[in-house]
């Protein structure tokens, strides 16, 4: 039986993409994924992200990984003639999403208060650090900074440790799906109202929702844990321990129903009926009695056969996984996460595929990914085939 065609839900939509580095341009991204007419609108030097290491054919890996399926467009915006040039291509979008610090947009005449009026119908969708208002809108802000301001490195790492960023970039990422949330909400408001908003996201806000349970205690004056390492302050047994090969293993106990399995697993009655451990928050105040205890179960198997193994009693577990055995993992294909993308030069390569799923189908058709201003003739005659039939109507 042959598969459905994945739905290209946003076919018809364009959207002008004014993004730069990650969380921007991922949600535009995946808003190509489902359909839409994504026109990136880059500086004269292009996206900043296209000169990151490391490279692939000249092609940055980040800006791959970011930006498929879209079509580039050089402007100076700063520019008379960029000016124009994007007021034209406003007047037939559906959705603007940019990531420019508070102010400046303004500064240029191109703000949302002084486009609202001749665009009524406009999806604004903004992407700052800090947010449009308050003391710090105007500053600066990465994924790193957000991690370091937002309190996550302040209980990331090691208990007599430093503070630690946490690899990859996932405030990003997460500003990218609030970002994409935000798209969609506004073409919903949009199609009831039959007017356009502005919708905010930032990513310090983003980052205060992986503070959630912090947060959360330190606004009621609950007393909390300092850094952790792998382990948390609310269950246990959860962290990381070595196994039998010498690879690390995550292990997550969170209630008593598996506790019993995870006993029953390791055949350790010394351990379900020790009344230091018998309900989970003595677990939490007696940690340091019982990580010793299963530390020696399970340097007793490789972290392989241990996965397999809570996975099948119902325990969370998992081995920790290096990027290429995450690339070559089973489930990892069987959900269509690895796909392909041309590159520039015509090269196909793979790249991470789409996290959302439309009636059980992937996008799995496979997207390029544009050169700086490849595509300026391209929009200019079709912008030009647009405004002429808006004047012969």
């Not at 382990?231 to 047994?237: H, R």
């Amino acid at each position: 039986m042959s598969k459905e065609v994945f739905p290209k839900a946003l076919d018809g939509i364009r959207i002008l993409d004014l993004t730069r580095n990650i969380a921007g341009p991922v949600a535009t991204m995946m808003a190509a994924e489902m359909g839409a007419d994504v026109i990136k609108v880059e500086p004269p030097g292009g996206d900043e992200m296209r000169t990151w290491p490391p490279f692939v054919d000249g092609q940055s890996v980040y800006f791959i990984s970011c930006n498929r399926g879209k079509r580039s467009i050089s402007l100076d915006l700063k520019s008379d003639e960029g000016k124009a040039l994007f007021l034209d291509l406003l007047k037939h979008a559906d959705v603007l999403v940019e990531n420019y610090r508070p102010n400046t947009l303004e500064k240029l005449g191109l703000g949302w208060d002084q486009l609202k009026l001749t665009h009524p119908k406009l999806v604004w969708v903004s992407v700052s650090g800090y947010g449009r208002s308050g003391p710090k809108a105007q500053a600066p802000a990465y994924d790193s900074m957000i991690q370091a301001y937002s309190g996550i490195m302040g209980i990331t790492g090691e208990k007599d440790g430093e503070p630690v960023r946490s690899g990859g970039s996932p405030i990003d990422i997460a500003t990218s799906y609030l970002a994409w949330g935000a798209i969609m909400t506004g073409l919903h408001s949009l199609q009831k109202t039959g007017k356009g908003l502005i919708l905010e996201v930032s990513l310090m806000e983003s980052a205060l929702g992986f503070m959630h349970a912090y947060l959360q205690g330190g606004l009621v004056g609950a007393e909390l844990s300092p850094r952790m390492g792998s382990e948390t302050m609310g269950m246990y047994p959860m962290g990381v321990f070595l196994t039998q090969d010498g690879t690390h293993f995550l292990l997550q106990v969170s209630n008593e129903i598996q506790w019993a399995k995870f006993c029953k697993v390791l055949m350790a009655t010394e351990l379900s009926n020790d009344p230091r451990f018998a309900r989970n928050p003595d677990r939490v105040k007696n940690r340091e009695h019982l990580r010793p205890l299963i530390q020696q179960y399970l340097v007793t198997k490789t972290a392989q056969e241990w996965e397999s193994i809570f996975t099948n009693a119902g325990v969370p577990a998992s081995q920790v996984r290096s990027v290429q055995d995450v690339i070559e993992n089973d489930q990892v294909k069987a959900r269509d996460m690895i796909k392909d993308v041309t590159l520039p030069n015509g090269r196909e390569i793979k790249t991470w595929g789409m996290p959302v799923k439309i009636n059980e189908q992937s996008a799995t058709n496979t997207h390029a990914v544009p050169d700086l201003n490849q595509h300026h003739a391209e929009i200019i005659a079709e912008l030009q085939q647009l405004n002429h039939s808006i004047s012969t109507q």
